[in-house]
């Protein structure tokens, strides 16, 4: 990645990838939220004596809040300016840190509940912020911006499970839980006062035949009266639906293959590789399918990430009863999937402007929530047939029909939008 801005001149570039730099830094540090948070569950249920779906309601209520709230948090962001990321991140820092501390002396579970809140809150604040403005600093480099940003949320985590595990083991749960608030709530509140969006001229927009970008930035309201944002949220809804199946049932699914208990490498499971496996090719994915639509364009990447997904949910179907082929065909659908999280964003940007960057890019992002809504109709599906190849057969429908509408639908709609813009903006001049 050169450090030279768009503009040409080294500080502006410098100061860009120092703002990458400190956004990649604040997802890593809530990702525990989301992705650690199954380490809490055994040792709060052992601790009150509540069943399991009662505790794990309060992660529904977590990832519900960090979703829907964003398009309003965005929204704030990009209005309040030059302020706008510092002032998110430092209040989203505050509520994170009061959800973790609220988490650690919960007795009841309606305390449980509104620390999830407060955690959900917070941590939508600082995603929103922190994707709204690396789309914004690199409009040259928007998809490996933002996929890097995600990917520290979506792997963050990792650098804190070994931590959180051994606190838990020797202090517990309730004074690991203050710990991190104190430590993470701190970091971040400090590094949100070193984000800013860039200042006019400080980045040039970039357009190309490969990717072309708009010249006029649209309002939220604006967006949502356009086809191609709902044809983006309806992509984004089934490639998520399908991703978060897989997360959410990879367990029951090598269970029922005969493969979780099968010992495959340095005498871990097949079950404890493929967790592992799965989440660094999730996170993976993110900057590499973003660099690579850089480079030849949203859709084309678009069509080639979810045309491989549907070949590995059909993969994983016909040939996962096998250790080593459920793990390698499970990694590459976790590898297919990720993606969403930089192309979308990315996709979004280009076409609407980057001035309400933050917000356009947080209502699209709600299609996380929706599709998780989905997520059970795979149970459903199950339990009427059987088996899971109903399930996997609608997965590899699905995403292949998704790449016809990349292609065939997206690209022309996109083309045809900032056609009408650039001809609108040469006949004004």
Not at 10 to 20: A, D, M, Y
Not at 263 to 268: I, K, S, V
């Amino acid at each position: 990645m050169s450090l030279r801005a768009t503009n040409g001149t080294t500080e502006s570039g410098v100061q860009r990838v120092w703002q990458l730099v400190v956004g990649v830094l604040c997802m890593v540090l809530i990702a525990n939220l989301q992705y650690g948070w199954t380490l809490f569950v055994g040792p709060i249920q052992k601790a009150h004596g509540w069943r399991a779906d009662e505790i794990q309601l309060a992660f529904s209520i977590f990832v519900a809040v960090e979703t829907w709230l964003t398009p309003v948090e965005g929204f704030i962001v990009d209005r309040l300016g030059e302020r706008g990321p510092r002032l998110m991140v430092a209040c989203g820092a505050i509520f994170v840190a009061l959800g973790w501390a609220l988490n650690s002396i919960a007795n009841s579970l309606s305390l449980l509940y509104a620390a999830a809140v407060l955690s959900g809150i917070g941590a939508g604040g600082i995603y929103a912020t922190c994707i709204g403005n690396a789309v914004k600093w690199f409009p040259d480099r928007r998809g490996l911006a933002v996929g890097l940003t995600a990917a520290g949320f979506g792997a963050g985590a990792a650098l804190t499970v070994i931590p959180i595990r051994l606190l838990i083991a020797s202090r517990g749960y309730e004074a690991t839980f203050l710990i991190f608030a104190l430590a993470q709530g701190a970091v971040v509140f400090v590094l949100a006062f070193m984000l800013r969006p860039p200042r006019p001229g400080e980045v040039a927009a970039v357009s190309s035949a490969k990717l072309q970008q708009s010249t006029r930035s649209f309002t939220p309201r604006e967006v949502l009266a356009s086809p191609v944002f709902w044809l983006l949220y309806v992509m984004f809804v089934a490639i998520s639906a399908s991703g978060l199946m897989a997360t959410a049932e990879i367990a029951l699914i090598a269970k029922s293959y005969g493969v979780a208990d099968a010992m495959l490498w340095l005498g871990a499971s097949t079950l404890t590789v493929v967790l592992i496996f799965d989440n660094v090719m999730n996170g993976l994915a993110r900057p590499f399918f973003g660099w690579v639509s850089d480079r030849i364009g949203r859709e084309y990447t678009m069509a080639i990430a979810f045309a491989l997904g549907g070949l590995a949910y059909w993969l994983l179907d016909a040939f996962g009863t096998s250790p080593l082929a459920f793990v390698l065909f499970a990694g590459l659908i976790f590898f297919t999937w990720g993606e969403i999280f930089s192309l979308f964003p990315s996709t979004a940007t280009d076409t609407f402007g980057p001035k309400f960057a933050t917000t356009n890019a947080s209502l699209l992002y709600t299609a996380k929530g929706t599709s998780a809504f989905l997520v059970p109709v795979a149970n459903l599906f199950q339990d009427a047939t059987g088996s899971w190849h109903g399930v996997f057969l609608a997965a590899t429908v699905t995403n292949f029909a998704v790449v016809l509408l990349a292609i065939f639908v997206l690209k022309p709609m996109r083309a045809g939008k900032l056609g009408m813009l650039t001809a609108t903006r040469m006949t004004n001049a």
